[in-house]
T-cell receptor, first 116, second 117 residues
Framework: DGGITQSPKYLFRKEGQNVTLSCEQN?????MYWYRQDPGQGLRLIYY???????QKGDIAEGYSVSREKKESFPLTVTSAQKNPTAFYLC???????????????FGQGTRLTVV | AQKITQTQPGMFVQEKEAVTLDCTYD???????LFWYKQPSSGEMIFLIY????DQQNATEGRYSLNFQKARKSANLVISASQLGDSAMYFC????WGGGATNKLIFGTGTLLAVQP
């Protein structure tokens, strides 16, 4: 089955530690996105990538880093510089490099990160 | 700058009635797409409906329709014949795709819909 897989579903991190969230898609989509969602709030864009080996900062990129070495993978690292990392993280992908082709984005099931 | 505004934090509707969820947007790009997503308590994001900026007619998908008023920059979601399973968070989203567009996909803050029996 084609889709987007995020792992793990739940993640606990000690303060001061870096942690990497996985996002893999087998939809052959060019564009991928990372969002952060806090309780009762909307999705805020962290990073996005329109093509392999290229990515852009979103609205809240500070304290996060990404890589896009393969088309199907877009891991997100939450670094110790992120002061309030506890949140629900959603990964999405979309067909098309940036033109009209491929409209809606497809989402993974999310990773709930908790700092302990 | 690209922006989505949802002014209704929460809404109640009686089962079988229709409900309208508001969404306004701001963009300087003539080419853009508007989306609505549903997020149940499980957290997954479910795509509902899409409207392109050049589409002449309002989009419809089953019980969902989009009331697109381009001059007013609004893209309200109408759910007809509400069902208990419609209780969820609803998000409006936009992506610019013109020549100079960033292709960012941004979301509003959402509206929590509760369908009452």
């Amino acid at each position: 089955d084609g889709g987007i897989t995020q792992s793990p579903k739940y993640l606990f991190r000690k303060e001061g530690q870096n942690v990497t969230l996985s996002c893999e898609q087998n939809l052959n989509h060019d564009a991928m996105y990372w969002y952060r969602q806090d309780p009762g709030q909307g999705l805020r864009l962290i990073y996005y990538s329109q093509i392999v080996n290229d990515f852009q900062k979103g609205d809240i990129a500070e304290g996060y880093s990404v890589s896009r070495e393969k088309k199907e993978s877009f891991p997100l690292t939450v670094t110790s510089a992120q002061k309030n990392p506890t949140a629900f993280y959603l990964c999405a992908s979309r067909a098309g490099q940036g033109d009209f082709a491929g409209t809606e984005a497809f989402f993974g099931q999310g990773t709930r990160l908790t700092v302990v | 700058a690209q922006k989505i505004t949802q002014t209704q934090p929460g809404m109640f509707v009686q089962e079988k009635e229709a409900v309208t969820l508001d969404c306004t947007y701001d963009t300087s790009d003539p080419s853009y797409g508007l989306f609505w997503y549903k997020q149940p308590s499980s957290g997954e994001m479910i795509f509902l409906i899409y409207q392109g900026s050049y589409d002449q007619q309002n989009a419809t998908e089953g019980r969902y329709s989009l009331n697109f008023q381009k001059a007013r920059k609004s893209a309200n979601l109408v759910i007809s014949a509400s069902q208990l399973g419609d209780s969820a968070m609803y998000f409006c989203a936009m992506r610019e795709w013109g020549g100079g567009a960033t292709n960012k996909l941004i979301f509003g803050t959402g509206t929590l819909l509760a369908v009452q029996p």
